[in-house]
Nanobody, 128 residues
Framework: QLQLVESGGGLVQPGGSLRLSCAASGFTLDYYAIGWFRQAPGKEREGVSCISRTGRRTNYADSVKGRFTISRDNARNTVYLQMNSLKPEDTAVYYC?????????????????????WGQGTQVTVSS
């Protein structure tokens, strides 16, 4: 069974940090660009970050630049989102998603419509 499983969410105080993980099972992430998205209550799902298949290109939403870092470990078949200096407005369910891309592709999309497969999400709550 092909699955993406997010983990690492939780409750954290403003200014704190969390590291989210997106682990794939049943397939290898080597062939995919990966995106992180989030959806707050009453809001549309929005792109947070992406990483290309090679890992050499990353993109970030303006709201998280300088605070979040995406990385991938193909040996562990996992993608990470390190989130520092968290703010209450970062509160949302965070999802990872994959899209297959050609070898050496630097494509790094941030639109939900670009992605084919999604995990179930992990809740991040930033509150004092």
């Amino acid at each position: 069974q092909l699955q993406l499983v997010e983990s690492g969410g939780g409750l954290v105080q403003p200014g704190g940090s969390l590291r989210l993980s997106c682990a794939a099972s049943g397939f290898t992430l080597d062939y995919y660009a990966i995106g992180w998205f989030r959806q707050a209550p009453g809001k549309e799902r929005e792109g947070v970050s992406c990483i290309s298949r090679t890992g050499r290109r990353t993109n970030y939403a303006d709201s998280v630049k300088g605070r979040f870092t995406i990385s991938r470990d193909n040996a562990r078949n996992t993608v990470y989102l390190q989130m520092n200096s968290l703010k209450p407005e970062d509160t949302a369910v965070y999802y990872c998603a994959t899209v297959p891309v050609p070898p050496a592709s630097s494509w790094c999309p941030m639109m939900t419509t670009d992605f084919a497969s999604w995990g179930q999400g992990t809740q991040v709550t930033v509150s004092s």
